[in-house]
């Protein structure tokens, strides 16, 4: 893959960080999304669950900001995600899924309703709510689970949130 097809990829993977679509992925991006997901999941923002969804969020921020919000503003523009994630990616690119890690872990947990690892169904209500398409939901959470025992786990999400970064197009 060229570079400049690899950046038009990394670029289309910004809108989905950009929850409320105002062209920067910023805190409120993050914090949306974490109010979103304890909602679905019908927890409190006080509880253990739900603080660790936030905690998770505001890591992953701290992250994202860290590697791409180049001018210091607060927000990370479309062109400092591309600058920042093609950098990271080139340099490791499961280094630049580890910022995601507490969050992933704190929705894991949240979507794991059971105790028994987060089912497919869970995992689709996840993707749906941080407004992945239905039919695109369906199907990445059926990619998730690369072990094919219904279940996804931490190791499987990671190395999906990675491959997303990392794989052409489809």
Same mark, same amino acid.
């Given at each position: 893959?060229?570079?400049?097809?690899?950046?038009?990829?990394?670029?289309?993977?910004?809108?989905?960080?950009?929850?409320?679509?105002?062209?920067?992925?910023?805190?409120?991006?993050?914090?949306?999304?974490?109010?979103?997901?304890?909602?679905?999941?019908?927890?409190?923002?006080?509880?253990?669950?739900?603080?660790?969804?936030?905690?998770?969020?505001?890591?992953?921020?701290?992250?994202? =900001?860290?590697?791409? !919000?180049?001018?210091? &503003?607060? $927000?990370? *523009?479309?062109? @400092?995600?591309?600058?920042?994630?093609?950098?990271?990616?080139?340099?490791?690119?499961?280094?630049?899924?580890?910022?995601?890690?507490?969050?992933?872990?704190?929705?894991?947990?949240?979507?794991?309703?059971?105790?028994?690892?987060?089912?497919?169904?869970?995992?689709?209500?996840?993707?749906?709510?941080?407004?992945?398409?239905?039919?695109?939901?369906?199907?990445? =959470?059926?990619?998730? !689970?690369?072990?094919? &025992?219904? $279940?996804? *786990?931490?190791? @499987?999400?990671?190395?999906?949130?990675?491959?997303?970064?990392?794989?052409?197009?489809?």
């Amino acid at each position: 893959m060229g570079s400049s097809e690899y950046e038009r990829k990394i670029a289309s993977r910004f809108a989905g960080f950009d929850q409320d679509g105002n062209g920067f992925i910023d805190r409120e991006d993050f914090s949306g999304a974490a109010k979103a997901l304890i909602d679905e999941f019908g927890v409190t923002a006080r509880s253990d669950k739900g603080q660790a969804v936030y905690i998770g969020a505001e890591a992953f921020w701290q992250g994202m =900001a860290g590697i791409a !919000d180049v001018d210091g &503003d607060q $927000r990370v *523009s479309r062109q @400092e995600f591309v600058t920042g994630a093609v950098k990271r990616l080139a340099d490791n690119p499961v280094r630049f899924a580890e910022i995601a890690r507490p969050f992933l872990r704190a929705v894991l947990a949240l979507a794991d309703e059971d105790g028994n690892g987060v089912t497919l169904q869970a995992a689709e209500r996840v993707l749906r709510t941080l407004n992945v398409p239905a039919d695109v939901a369906a199907k990445a =959470a059926a990619a998730l !689970d690369s072990e094919h &025992d219904g $279940r996804i *786990s931490e190791d @499987e999400t990671l190395a999906a949130f990675a491959a997303y970064y990392t794989t052409p197009e489809v």
